[in-house]
Nanobody, 125 residues
Framework: QVQLVESGGGLVQAGGSLRLSCAAS????????MGWFRQAPGKEREFVAS????????YYGDSVKGRFSISRDNVKDTVYLQMNSLKPEDTAVYYC??????????????????WGQGTQVTVSA
């Protein structure tokens, strides 16, 4: 049973930084890609970032490119999302996710099969 547990969310002022973590268990972490998505109230869940199994390939959503950075530690079975220059519009519940197969669309919700419970990020103006 794959389990994903996010942490690191909280309240931060605009312009500040946060680092989210997602600890994975239940299978060989280093074999699979990981992704981050977010969902603001009243909006659809959107792609934030993804990282390949090795960490060598990353993708970012347009709204976070240049401000957020995804990384992973395959020894600690953890993926991170470093968020800098935060804006009020970054306020959302952030979810980590992982696919169950090796061929998947890294930017699509449908590409991921396992999800964490989410962590709230609130950015005040």
């Amino acid at each position: 049973q794959v389990q994903l547990v996010e942490s690191g969310g909280g309240l931060v002022q605009a312009g500040g930084s946060l680092r989210l973590s997602c600890a994975a268990s239940g299978r060989t972490f280093s074999t699979y890609a990981m992704g981050w998505f977010r969902q603001a109230p009243g909006k659809e869940r959107e792609f934030v970032a993804s990282i390949s199994w090795s960490g060598g390939i990353t993708y970012y959503g347009d709204s976070v490119k240049g401000r957020f950075s995804i990384s992973r530690d395959n020894v600690k079975d953890t993926v991170y999302l470093q968020m800098n220059s935060l804006k009020p519009e970054d306020t959302a519940v952030y979810y980590c996710a992982t696919p169950s197969r090796l061929d998947y669309n890294p930017r699509s919700l449908g590409g991921y099969d396992y999800w964490g419970q989410g962590t709230q990020v609130t950015v005040s103006a």
